[in-house]
């Protein structure tokens, strides 16, 4: 057996790291474009609402700060079902991806029957939260409905988890397509009031969401059902007795890395509540700040769950060696995609800002924050690419800590310091936040790096 030289092994390396960036691109690819068009159910929402007023506009940026929390919380509850569905296909254990999708969609229905039973009793008192009277008084019909709606949005997730996971990610994306351009006709009617409709304004876009999320909970449903090539990895009984130790070791993944988003989305939902004390401008610019933000973020969002997928099934198949390369290719595509956002959203902050709204106050205000927004680019990528490829390895409780760490203890504070003591209001906001994920960013790759150990991609011996 001959050891390999050292230009030998590093060649290896480098065409290890094109295959799995192409592996990873290739799985990659549809869900960074699908996650892409669910965003565009809210930016659908904030541009036409916004033509509404700049009142309208705030009562969409107070409603999104309440319903984001919880909608997260459940999206992250059922990574566990992409975690688990990987690992038994890189084991060749059907049995066990169909038991991943059963119980993955039996928590995904609980979940937010629960989640839309608490909203309700949070709706009866929206004026607890400071916000002005008349933005509250405009948002508890519009959290309501669109809570409802979170029933069969958790319910699809689960199942284009599931699906995703078997390398499967087209059908589901071509599904939500169809569901976002529902949304926006029937946003078209409803809001508006179109073919003798009354016009709802911006309820009209809470039914409208409502509706369109149901559809695609159904079309998923019936795809799955006859699909080709997918009939030993789809449940054969949906409806079977849950086994509970097989949702308790989903919800062990599952709340942790939920935990672990929500340390982020919380800290951004509160700057949301904090920007109400700056009155509604300061609303409206942080509403259309977060939407393009998190538009951007929808590309590392769709990486990201294709790497919890590849390292997943790498660990599942015991294959341990190419951990590495995938790590390093997650960082690369990562970087890549981020430095694009980031240059679009430094150059073209105004532009981006008319486009949701024609008050020159609130244009002004938003392209300052878009240019933080941009800063932070590497910084989310980077943390939100390494967090999935922890869970991948089943490792959620020290990141979710992690999380706490940066967005309460560090990011919100210094928010809160800049905002109040320095008095940079909603400026100083935004940089808190930057300061959280900066934080984050480099702690997690510290340990995704530590936890795949030293590089195995390379084989030292023929």
């Given at each position: ?34 996650q892409l ?5 809210g ?8 033509k ?52 993955g969609l ?40 669109v809570m ?18 078997l ?53 998923m ?63 409206a ?13 929808m590309?590392?969002?769709?990486l ?38 980031a ?23 938003t ?74 960013c ?21």
């Amino acid at each position: 057996m001959k050891h390999l030289p050292r230009c030998a092994e590093s060649n290896v390396f480098k065409m290890n790291l094109f295959q799995e960036s192409r592996l990873t691109l290739r799985l990659g690819f549809p869900l960074m474009i699908g996650q892409l068009s669910q965003m565009l159910m809210g930016v659908v929402d904030t541009v036409m609402i916004g033509k509404l007023g700049v009142t309208d506009l705030a009562a969409l940026t107070f409603a999104n700060s309440l319903f984001h929390v919880p909608f997260v919380f459940g999206i992250g509850v059922l990574t566990s079902v992409s975690v688990f569905t990987s690992t038994a296909r890189g084991g060749n254990q059907p049995e066990a991806a169909r038991g991943s999708c059963r119980h993955g969609l039996y928590i995904a229905t609980a979940l937010g029957l629960l989640l839309f039973i608490v909203s309700w009793f949070i709706s009866l008192r929206m004026d607890i939260f400071g916000q002005p009277a008349d933005v509250a008084a405009k948002t508890t019909t519009f959290f309501r409905v669109v809570m409802a709606s979170l029933i069969p949005a958790l319910a699809a997730m689960a199942l284009k988890n599931h699906a995703d996971a078997l390398n499967r990610p087209w059908p589901p994306f071509w599904i939500f397509i169809g569901g976002v351009l529902l949304n926006v006709v029937l946003n078209w009617i409803t809001i508006y009031g179109k073919f003798g409709l009354p016009a709802f304004g911006m309820n009209g876009a809470a039914w409208s969401t409502l509706v369109a999320r149901t559809a695609i909970l159904i079309a998923m449903i019936v795809w799955l059902l006859n699909a080709k090539g997918l009939r030993e990895w789809v449940p054969y009984r949906w409806f079977r007795k849950p086994h509970f130790p097989e949702i308790q070791r989903l919800l062990k993944i599952g709340i942790p890395a939920s935990l672990h988003m929500l340390c982020e989305v919380t800290a951004f939902s509160a700057a949301g509540l904090i920007m109400g004390r700056f009155g509604a401008v300061s609303m409206a610019s942080h509403q259309i700040a977060i939407t393009c933000a998190a538009t951007a973020f929808m590309v590392p969002v769709g990486l990201s769950m294709a790497l919890t997928v590849r390292v997943g099934e790498a660990n599942g198949a015991g294959d341990f060696h190419r951990l590495r390369s995938i790590v390093v290719t997650g960082w690369v595509l990562a970087t890549a995609f981020s430095l694009t956002a980031a240059a679009a959203l430094l150059f073209f902050g105004k532009p981006l800002a008319g486009l949701f709204v024609e008050d020159a106050a609130v244009i002004s205000l938003t392209a300052s924050l878009l240019v933080i927004v941009g800063v932070f680019q590497l910084f989310d990528s980077l943390q939100v690419a390494s967090a999935s490829m922890l869970r991948g390895l089943h490792d959620v409780h020290v990141p979710a800590a992690m999380g706490f760490v940066a967005y309460w203890l560090i990011g919100l504070p210094v928010a809160i310091m800049f905002a109040f003591f320095l008095k940079w209001t909603a400026v100083g906001v935004w940089w808190g936040l930057a300061a959280g994920l900066l934080i984050s960013c480099i702690t997690l790759c510290h340990r995704l790096w530590e936890k795949t150990g030293a590089p195995k991609s390379v084989e030292r011996s023929l």
